[in-house]
């Protein structure tokens, strides 16, 4: 996996808040956007050009109802991958289609996935195969209280309000 080298950025206020209402809605017209932030058209399509290029906008995607193409199971998955073994893991996983999200993390397992399949049949077939890389924990999710939101843009950092 080849890195990104990523350019040394400083947000103002105005990055931020371009950056927020991309992620609520990406399609919204330019013109739409300046009105927000209260600057003009090209003067917002060059901070989003910089900040494309300076690798904060990373891209662009539509979010998608699993059900609605029949993807009625979601589940995370661990896997410890013994270290020796991530270079053959890998490109194996990065081949599977129904996983969307994959993270090496810290903790007794080294790998965790997000998967969506049409049944648990597909799912349990999938972890038959994925033990062969190492020991697997899998969490079906029966509900999802927190769809994923985009990154908190605050310069500050966590806060309890």
Request: aromatic content about 10%.
């Amino acid at each position: 996996m080849k890195e990104v080298e990523k350019m040394k950025h400083e947000l103002d206020d105005i990055d931020r808040q371009i950056v927020t209402i991309l992620q609520q809605d990406a399609r919204l017209p330019l013109k739409a956007i300046a009105d927000r932030v209260s600057l003009s058209s090209p003067t917002v399509s060059a901070r989003i050009e910089r900040l494309q290029k300076e690798h904060v906008i990373t891209g662009y995607l539509a979010l998608l109802d699993p059900e609605a193409f029949d993807y009625r199971i979601k589940a995370f998955i661990n896997l410890e991958v013994e270290p020796q073994r991530k270079q053959e893991f890998y490109p194996y996983i990065a081949g599977v289609p129904n996983v969307v999200e994959c993270n090496c993390v810290t903790g007794d397992y080294s790998m965790l996935m997000k998967v969506f399949f049409k049944t648990t049949k597909d799912l349990d077939r999938f972890i038959g195969r994925l033990q062969k890389f190492g020991r697997t924990k899998t969490q079906i999710v029966f509900s999802t209280s927190v769809e994923y939101r985009g990154i908190p843009i605050a310069p500050e950092g966590f806060t309890e309000d």
